[in-house]
């Protein structure tokens, strides 16, 4: 009976700290996105891919993972020079796209290179992670 009532007492409180976190979460603010990330559409994606080194962030507003990303894209876009870009691309807007590439989870990036696919990232990731990614490819 002691190992019912103390498994019980766990549950509740894992729960009640899971409900906790979720609540912080819905908190995260909208951040803006910094002048240099490239707002993708259905008309200029190819364009704005071509002949360059861009990492799209497929995402979404109502995605905390993404408005986790938000600030980081931010960071990686200023650290960025010469031919490389960061580009997003709101997935409820331009469904097209994110059904052309494939995108089951989000935040996924896709790091393109001459508006070919080079590598896929998928989940929340550190500046230092995506700086690295990109440099690969350069």
């Given amino acids: ?56 962030d497929f995402w979404a507003e109502w995605c905390m993972p993404c408005r986790m990303m938000a600030p980081v894209l931010n960071d990686v876009a200023e650290d960025l020079n010469g031919n490389a870009y960061v580009g997003k691309v709101n997935i409820e807007q331009y469904q097209s796209l994110a059904q052309k590439y494939q995108i089951r989870n989000i935040p996924t990036m896709i790091l393109f290179k001459d508006g070919k696919e080079m590598s896929r990232i998928v989940g929340v990731k550190s500046k230092q992670y995506l700086l690295q990614e990109i440099a690969k490819v350069r």
């Fill in 1 to 56: 009976m002691k190992i019912i009532i103390i498994i019980g007492s766990i549950l509740v409180i894992f729960g009640g700290l899971y409900l906790i976190a979720r609540a912080k979460m819905k908190n995260i603010p909208v951040v803006d996105n910094h002048e240099k990330i490239i707002v993708l559409t259905d008309k200029n994606f190819q364009h704005q891919t071509k002949n360059k080194v861009v990492l799209v």
